[in-house]
């Protein structure tokens, strides 16, 4: 009897749902957020047909690219993309209190951006916070909440001493009942090794009744095997990103794992035939960027230093380009060192957008001025006093006190010190609005925003404009 049991249970379905990512991380993670609209609207037909939980299409650094490189209104963007896809769900990623930007903005921005997201085509809105502190999420949860969104948290993955299967599970338990739909273990730069992933998925099953998303990047090479044993141990959803974008800096490949799970309880049922016709239209856009020298092919392979020293891909890439400007390359390995070690001095933060290039920065300080924290970046400062949030670990006191002095340390909710802006905002650049959303592009990126306009103007009078640089860097978030 106890045999026939175990059969049943086997057979079991239990399909997994596929998140696509090719039209906001993988281009973001492997070709610095380039992929423009026109590229994206000829394949969305197809796309639309595979039969995904969700596509990934905005948020995260694509709108700050939008505007600045591509001048493209990322706004336009998503309303054409909402009016292409007919039958899937539409998924953007938001940095909790700090949007799409990279600084806390008052909590009327928030709530307003998050309203124009959901009224202009977003169903899911990814939300995390870089420190991990659930209350720089509290106010972005209830706006979505609010608008009938799906309010999916994610928790930054990382590793260190304060980052505990109990620290995964509490935090967990406060996601659900803060009031999210979902939550998605977010591990930006593929530290989360595969029975590693067993465990925290076993262990937030337990504890939470809502569903469980699986983010992760190829980076460090483990990432295929990951998604295998945390499928096995229930997670309900997974990350991929079409072939052509896929593994180094992004995720693990849509077919491949499609293909995993064909004849298995998580069968996905997709279509590989669709899927191949898709993986063509996008192979000649990853050829062409790898000619033009958009796509680095180191970004393309294995960087084992990822679990070393706990440097997201994009981070790393940034490392680079900062050593070679002050023509210090020979250094990068001294920089790497000192990145673990000024992370443990501002309480062990996740790396991720922004505290991945606040850590990165002070590091790349540390070791070329030739004495720890001699030159110290105002956004480290504002971590030491506490702007960002509460951190996992105490910040280092001596260190603290070396780069911010005397000067009163936050302890309340940083936004709770902000006074609301979006009149102050809107009589700023209201010679500029075309539309209502234009004064959250403002409030985000100001300078870009308002070149933007000016470039917009210019295009609607006939006068024409320079093309946009294209080669500046982009993070994995």
Not at 81 to 97: E, I, P, S, V, Y
Request: net charge negative; aromatic share 8%.
């Amino acid at each position: 009897m106890a045999d026939k049991n175990n059969k049943n249970q086997a057979v079991e379905k239990k399909p997994v749902k596929i998140l696509e990512t090719i039209l906001r991380d993988a281009h973001q993670s492997l070709i610095a957020t380039r992929m423009s609209t026109d590229e994206m609207l000829p394949i969305v037909d197809k796309l639309d047909q595979v039969g995904y939980h969700a596509v990934e299409c905005w948020g995260g650094a694509t709108f700050d690219a939008a505007l600045r490189f591509l001048k493209e209104d990322p706004w336009i963007r998503l309303r054409k993309l909402r009016d292409g896809f007919k039958h899937t769900k539409l998924q953007m990623l938001f940095r909790g209190q700090n949007i799409l930007g990279y600084k806390p903005y008052p909590d009327d921005v928030v709530e307003y951006f998050v309203q124009k997201s959901v009224a202009n085509g977003i169903d899911i809105i990814r939300i995390f916070d870089c420190m991990n502190d659930l209350r720089n999420l509290e106010t972005c949860v209830k706006a979505a909440n609010k608008e009938k969104a799906h309010a999916q948290v994610a928790l930054s993955y990382t590793l260190g001493d304060a980052y505990t299967l109990d620290y995964w599970t509490t935090k967990a338990k406060q996601i659900e009942e803060m009031g999210a739909d979902s939550i998605c273990i977010k591990d930006m730069a593929g530290l989360l090794l595969p029975y590693t992933a067993t465990e925290l998925v076993t262990a937030l099953k337990k504890t939470v009744k809502i569903p469980i998303d699986l983010h992760t990047h190829y980076t460090s090479g483990v990432a295929s095997m990951t998604y295998l044993k945390a499928v096995e141990a229930g997670v309900d959803i997974i990350d991929t990103a079409m072939s052509p974008f896929a593994l180094g800096t992004s995720q693990p490949a849509t077919e491949v794992m499609v293909e995993t799970f064909k004849g298995t309880p998580y069968d996905t049922g997709f279509d590989q035939k669709l899927l191949a016709e898709i993986a063509d239209y996008f192979r000649p856009m990853r050829d062409k960027a790898l000619d033009t020298g958009l796509l680095n092919p180191k970004n393309l392979g294995v960087n084992i230093k990822t679990l070393l020293y706990q440097v997201p891909g994009g981070m790393l890439s940034n490392l680079t380009s900062q050593l070679k400007e002050q023509h210090a390359e020979d250094r990068f390995y001294d920089v790497l060192e000192e990145v673990p070690r000024v992370r443990k001095d501002l309480g062990e933060p996740p790396l991720v957008t922004p505290s991945s290039q606040i850590v990165g920065t002070q590091a790349v300080f540390n070791v070329l001025m030739g004495e720890r924290y001699k030159m110290v970046t105002k956004e480290t400062k504002d971590v030491l006093t506490g702007k960002y949030g509460e951190t996992a670990k105490p910040f280092n006191k001596e260190i603290q006190k070396k780069c911010i002095g005397d000067e009163k340390v936050i302890t309340c909710r940083p936004a709770d010190l902000l006074d609301n802006q979006l009149d102050k905002l809107e009589s700023e650049m209201a010679q500029y609005k075309q539309m209502d959303e234009d004064v959250l592009s403002y409030a985000l990126f100001p300078q870009v925003a308002m070149d933007f306009f000016k470039y917009r103007q210019a295009q609607q009078t006939g006068v024409d404009e320079n093309k946009a640089d294209t080669k500046d860097g982009a993070y994995p978030v």
